[in-house]
Structure formats: C-alpha cells, structure tokens
C-alpha cells in the first residue's frame, strides 16, 4: 500500500488543489456574497447581473470540488491516498485561488472588493497575507512529501 502512494502523487496533488480551489471559492461565496452581502462576483453591473454572476460563480466552486472528491474517491479505491500530499495540495489550490482572487480580481481587473469601505487596504491585505500562508503551509507539506517520491524512485530503479 505504501509504495501505491508514490504512484499515485500527482493525483493526490490535483485532487487536493480542486478541493481547496472549489472550498475555498464555496466559501467565498457564501460568507462575503450571501450571508455578509459584502459584495457579488461582479459588481460593475445591476444586482440581478451580480446575482447571476454569484450563480455561476458558485456552480464554478462546486464543479471543482465534485471534481476534486472525484479522483479522491478513486484514489481511495486504489489504495492511493495520501493524506499529507492531498492535504498540501488543499491548501495551495485555496491560497492560490484566494490570492488570484485579490490581485488579480480586486486589483488589475476591479470586478469587484473584498468590502466597501473607506479603508479597504486592511481587508485586502488580511485576505492576502492569508493566501500566501496557506500557499506557503501547502509548498511545505509538498515539498515533505516529493522528497519520499524521490527517494521512492530512486529506491525501485526508476
């Protein structure tokens, strides 16, 4: 079952990133655009066309975690799980997702702000800082497990 892991590390990373993208972007949605009413996906527009847009927004949020739990059930079955390299991968997929979504989304494209307020630079730079903690935590469980796909290569003669 150990070695199963090794054959099995990109799938675990993939389906670890769909997961954290999707749950991420789940959560997004339903704390900042629903229940917080903070803001919608797009807000340059009516708010029936920032409706519409939370929509597809979050059918986007769940077709990659179906996507994700997908692999991770056929990792499950094949004996290929490996809880630290889909955990790291969790993580970066909802870092990289978050910190897409306040440089690129907030910033460059302006579709939308974390919050409407006067002194919006302290939500951005919280909503940043913690992106890049999770892209951080995520590289590291990573970066522990690549070094055991290396050995495990190594080890059998590939």
Known sequence: MESNRYNFAKRNL?????CGLGIVAFLDETLF?????????????????????DGLFHAFSWFATVGGFFLFADLRRRRGFWPRRWAGGILLGAGIFQLYDGIVQHKLMRIHQIRYVENVIIYDLVWNITAGAM??????????????????????GR
């Open 33 to 53: 655009h629903q229940l917080l009413h903070w803001h919608h996906f797009y807000d340059k527009s009516t708010t029936e066309i920032g409706l519409v847009s």
């Open 135 to 156: 892209i951080i935590a995520g590289v590291i469980l990573l970066m522990q497990t690549r070094r055991r796909v290396r050995f495990s290569k190594v080890s059998n």
């Open 14 to 18: 993939w389906s670890g990133i769909l």
